[in-house]
């Protein structure tokens, strides 16, 4: 039995974010009698970070991997109840006059579907209320036949919590928690004070332990009330502002860029306080009423790793399994998950634990059209095929260089585990600001994770005695104290890390090369961050990678058994020019009129993005010159003929080319080899 699991919204990547409805961290994932084969997120493909368009290119995929067309799936699970996408299709009619005929769920997501594939699946849709589909991706992936389950999100399907029980296949509600007592909103509100939006709460939990959560720890019990039997009030909004305003803190709230106070780092570690409080106050009363000693964490607030190991450490359960795309990305597993289960007759085996995510795109094993995909980039590398790939990039990282690293299929999830990662030497605490000013041009704060030798935990880290892997790299554990100089650039100021643990069943290259490594150093550990820079999802393909690569400051490239060496540091004028450029799908050009500062008309040449704010840059100013280079591109000339179709010479040409390179940096256009 094939169930496609599918979570998106209605929108295609160049209609304007307002169309249709909106449901961040598209994805799509094929389940075979119960067994997840192909599962990516849609940003990956379309290269927009958190996309809420329809994951019509992840579909694609998991279909293509498995040989499959739409017509040989049995069900396709939906990531939401059916009364809530009946709510979403009534206000798509009311508001678009040229849609005939009232919708439902199954008329409205049949013809997306339609659409996108050319066929009516609306009689295999199933729909999966959206807080079990969380429940199900970290229940039956965990390798236990019992277990309390915990689900927290912002929202979703009108609630934001919910408490279960699972024994064998069926899951039984415990507690719900409604709209009013979003932890993972409450959370998004306050950082905005911090000079964040959605999507940047993994940012101020790495903040959190630069400051004191004492200094705000009264104000914080303002927002909260503990009540019994594991519930809780928050407070409103509104209040929450204002009791921040009468504090003072407001006006000294930071704006993207600016330096943080300590003001703002009390801030946010007395944020991570209570959202540990709150989370810990529900795990408490739900663990003392069912004596479950297992517990299953989904849902966006569980991928706040630092309240993961919270959890751990507080010994309320033998046993804790987070669903490692704990976000909405991962209920689209949850969701053909349940729909499997629920639908078999007898009742289908749960399969064995989760070992891995590598469900996403493979680079293949075959060598020589890897080397084929690499020389289109003959511009700009130098490759070589390397005999002992591990051992000659452990010696380079040993000696302090910073490479990217591509094997086998890309991870599921917002985690690099190892195949499509950014590694280095994980002792030199300098490895922090290098890694950050050459690749993340992100803030000076953040912390990087170690990979370590599953086999090596406990020399290095602070691990309940039952606990012998975290193989997705979603705890925050204790560094021993003795260890902490000697891992540098991988323990945070708390003196803490992320840790993953590599094994050699998991991911024998990636534990190969960390073996390596140990050998040269006497250090089974590498520093682990994700292959990409700030503004795109972490690299799917070759081409991903290798621009990447040559958009920052990567010392070498690793991609199967090849080893890439940039040609100058920068990608010259003449190289440059041998490129394909374009306008990705999510992108258009923009030509209108609006008044100078001195209120003079003049016109005005932008890209415009379709996606929300909160998915991309949406407004760029580009040189007309530029833009006439754009408006003539065709998928097939190259820069250097676009240039002079458009009459571009002289001053113009090398400032033109200036602005294509930092464009090509910021991924708001796509620049690629002219097929041969």
Not at 132 to 139: D, L, P, V
Not at 228 to 241: H, K, Q, R, T
Not at 386 to 403: C, F, P, Q, Y
Request: aromatic letters at 10%; glycine letters at 8%.
């Amino acid at each position: 039995m094939f169930v496609l699991g599918v979570h998106g919204g209605s929108k295609r990547e160049d209609e304007d974010h307002r169309a249709g409805f909106a449901m961040h961290d598209s994805a799509a994932v094929l389940v075979r009698d119960g067994q997840v084969v192909s599962a990516i997120e849609e940003e990956r493909l379309s290269r927009i970070k958190h996309t809420n368009c329809f994951p019509a290119r992840a579909i694609r995929y998991c279909l293509g991997e498995n040989g499959l067309s739409l017509a040989d799936v049995d069900r396709i699970a939906i990531n939401s109840a059916e009364h809530m996408v009946d709510v979403v299709a009534k206000r798509v009619f009311l508001a678009n006059p040229n849609v005939k005929g009232q919708l439902d769920a199954r008329r409205f997501l049949g013809s997306l579907f339609e659409r996108e594939f050319g066929d009516d699946v609306s009689h295999k849709l199933r729909f999966c209320r959206h807080h079990f589909a969380h429940a199900w991706s970290a229940y039956a992936p965990s390798g236990y036949d019992h277990s309390l389950i915990l689900v927290l999100d912002g929202d979703g399907d009108n609630l934001s919590g919910l408490v279960l029980e699972a024994r064998g296949d069926r899951l039984t509600r415990l507690g719900e928690y409604g709209l009013e007592q979003s932890i993972g909103n409450f959370y998004t509100d306050v950082i905005s004070l911090l000079g964040y939006k959605r999507f940047d709460e993994y940012k101020v939990m790495g903040l959190a332990p630069y400051g004191n959560p004492e200094t705000y720890r009264r104000l914080f019990e303002k927002f909260y009330r503990l009540l019994p039997a594991g519930n809780y009030e928050l407070a409103d909004a509104d209040m929450v502002f204002m009791r921040f305003m009468e504090a003072g803190i407001v006006d000294q709230a930071r704006r993207k860029g600016e330096p943080f106070t300590q003001v703002h780092k009390d801030v946010a570690a007395a944020l991570q306080a209570t959202l540990e409080k709150l989370v810990l106050h529900i795990l408490q009363h739900y663990q003392s009423q069912t004596k479950h000693k297992n517990l299953c964490f989904a849902g966006g607030v569980a991928h706040n790793c630092t309240l993961n190991g919270k959890i751990l450490y507080s010994g309320l359960f033998s046993r804790m399994f987070v669903q490692p795309a704990a976000h909405d990305a991962g209920g689209a597993m949850g969701s053909a998950l349940s729909v499997f289960y629920e639908e078999q007759e007898p009742p289908a085996r749960r399969p064995p634990k989760l070992e891995h995510l590598f469900y996403g795109t493979d680079i293949g094993d075959d060598a020589e059209a890897i080397g084929r995909r690499l020389g289109r980039w003959g511009e700009f590398v130098s490759f070589e095929r390397v005999d002992n790939v591990a051992e000659r990039t452990a010696h380079l990282i040993a000696d302090g260089s910073v490479v990217g690293w591509v094997q086998g299929r890309s991870e599921f999830g917002p985690r690099a585990l190892g195949n499509r990662s950014i590694l280095a030497d994980p002792r030199p605490a300098e490895n922090k600001s290098l890694i950050n000013q050459m690749v993340k041009k992100r803030e000076a704060y953040r912390p990087f994770a170690p990979s370590v030798l599953e086999e090596h935990l406990h020399e290095y880290f602070d691990v309940p005695a039952n606990r012998a892997e975290f193989p997705f790299m979603i705890f925050v554990l204790n560094v021993q104290e003795h260890m902490r100089e000697t891992l540098g650039a991988v323990t945070h100021v708390d003196g803490t890390a992320r840790v993953q643990t590599v094994s050699q069943r998991g991911n024998p290259k990636y534990w190969e090369l960390i073996n390596e490594f140990r050998k040269l150093t006497g250090v089974p550990i590498l520093l682990n961050t994700s292959f990409n820079n700030n503004a795109e999802p972490i690299v799917d393909s070759i081409d991903d990678a290798v621009v990447c690569y040559l958009t920052t400051g990567l010392h070498y490239l690793v991609v199967g058994d090849y080893l890439a060496v940039k040609k100058e540091a920068a990608p010259s004028p003449e190289a440059l020019q041998t490129l394909v450029p374009k306008a990705p799908r999510s992108r258009r050009l923009v030509k209108r009129e609006a008044l100078g500062e001195a209120g003079e008309p003049q016109t005005v040449y932008e890209i415009e993005g379709t996606m929300s704010h909160f998915f991309g840059r949406t407004v760029v100013e580009i040189l007309p010159e530029t833009f006439r280079v754009l408006m003539e591109a065709d998928g097939e000339a190259t820069l250097a003929r676009l240039l002079r179709r458009a009459g571009i010479d002289g001053e113009a040409r090398p400032r033109v080319l200036r602005e294509f390179e930092s464009l090509w940096a910021e991924r708001i256009v796509v620049l690629r080899p002219e097929e041969a």
